[in-house]
């Protein structure tokens, strides 16, 4: 299963960032918050908007998450 995180740092439209590990588009290390293996994003945004209500897929690694 794939790793997650997600981005600490809010977008300019006020997103948090869900990614899976290696993504091109990960941010800084001091940015992350690991979410840990999920079966798919889904699951693994479900768990950032614990922390983050606004949190959504990263376009790149995790596009059927992304609602943009």
């Keep these: ?8 740092n809010a977008q300019s439209n006020g997103d948090h960032e869900v990614h899976k ?8 290390l001091d940015n992350q ?7 798919s994003c889904r699951t693994a945004v479900e768990k950032a908007k614990g ?3 606004t949190a959504d897929g990263c376009a790149h690694c995790c596009p059927q998450c992304n609602h943009g």
């Design 1 to 8: 299963m794939p790793c997650y995180i997600v981005n600490k």
């Design 21 to 28: 590990e290696g993504c091109q588009h990960m941010p800084d």
């Design 33 to 39: 918050m690991p979410l840990g293996a999920h079966e």
């Design 51 to 53: 922390r983050y209500p």
